[in-house]
T-cell receptor
Framework: KNEVEQSPQNLTAQEGEFITINCSYS?????LHWLQQHPGGGIVSLFM???GKKKHGRLIATINIQEKHSSLHITASHPRDSAVYIC????????????FGTGTLLAVQP | EAGVTQSPTHLIKTRGQQVTLRCSPI?????VYWYQQALGLGLQFLLW???????NRGNFPPRFSGRQFPNYSSELNVNALELEDSALYLC???????????FGPGTRLTVL
C-alpha cells in the first residue's frame, strides 16, 4: 500500500475554475511537498509545508497534521496550469527520502 | 543562481550495457538525491548522498550505484541494463536534510 494517496488521478477543468487536489499520508511526516511536472518531465517544487497554509500567486497549499491530509488549490485556473501535480511526504528520520503520490493529471481547457 | 543540472538529457543504450548519469547540485547544496520515474509508475527514491557519503538507498538492486564527489556533484551508475530500466532519472539537491529539494531537468534513458 502506497503510504501517500492522491486524488483525483485525472482532472479536467474549464479555464477559470477553482481546482482542488487532495493528498493523504499514513503516518507522521516531517514535511509535505507539492511538485509540478510538465510534459517532458521537468519537475518544479511548488511548496514544502509542515503545518498550516502557504500561498504563492494563484496556488494555495494547506496541511492538516491531525487528519494527515493536504490539499493543493488552484484559483482562476488557466490552460498553462495543465500538468501533473505530485505530492510527496518526507517521513524524516535517518531515511530522509520522499515518498511520492501517484500524481494528478490536470487538464485545463480554454 | 544556476539550478540543478543533469547530463546527458537523453540516452539510448542496449540491454546489458552500463550507463553513467551525472548531476550537479545547486551551489552550496551538499545533499543529492536520485529518483527514477519509469513509464506508468510514479517517482521512486533511488539514492541519497550527503557530504560524499551514501546515506540511504531505495529498493533497487545493487547494479544501481553511485557516488558523490568532493564538489558535491554526483554520478548514478547502472550496470547490466535491463529493459525496465528505461525511465526518467531525476536528481535533486538541498542544503540541509528535510529542507525543500530542488529538482534537475532529468535524464531520459531508453534501453533497447
Amino acid at each position: 500500500k502506497n503510504e501517500v494517496e492522491q486524488s483525483p488521478q485525472n482532472l479536467t477543468a474549464q479555464e477559470g475554475e477553482f481546482i482542488t487536489i487532495n493528498c493523504s499520508y499514513s503516518v507522521g511526516i516531517s514535511a509535505l511537498h507539492w511538485l509540478q511536472q510538465h510534459p517532458g518531465g521537468g519537475i518544479v517544487s511548488l511548496f514544502m509545508l509542515s503545518s498550516g497554509k502557504k500561498k504563492h500567486g494563484r496556488l494555495i497549499a494547506t496541511i492538516n497534521i491531525q487528519e494527515k491530509h493536504s490539499s493543493l488549490h488552484i484559483t482562476a485556473s488557466h490552460p498553462r496550469d495543465s500538468a501533473v501535480y505530485i505530492c510527496a511526504a518526507n517521513y524524516g528520520g535517518a531515511t530522509n527520502k520522499l515518498i511520492f503520490g501517484t500524481g494528478t493529471l490536470l487538464a485545463v481547457q480554454p | 543562481e544556476a539550478g540543478v543540472t543533469q547530463s546527458p538529457t537523453h540516452l539510448i543504450k542496449t540491454r546489458g550495457q552500463q550507463v553513467t548519469l551525472r548531476c550537479s547540485p545547486i551551489s552550496g547544496h551538499t545533499s543529492v538525491y536520485w529518483y527514477q520515474q519509469a513509464l506508468g509508475l510514479g517517482l521512486q527514491f533511488l539514492l541519497w548522498y550527503d557530504e560524499g557519503e551514501e546515506r540511504n538507498r531505495g529498493n533497487f538492486p545493487p547494479r544501481f550505484s553511485g557516488r558523490q564527489f568532493p564538489n558535491y556533484s554526483s554520478e548514478l551508475n547502472v550496470n547490466a541494463l535491463e529493459l525496465e530500466d528505461s525511465a526518467l532519472y531525476l536528481c535533486a539537491s538541498n542544503g540541509q536534510a528535510y529542507n525543500e529539494q530542488f529538482f534537475g531537468p532529468g535524464t531520459r534513458l531508453t534501453v533497447l
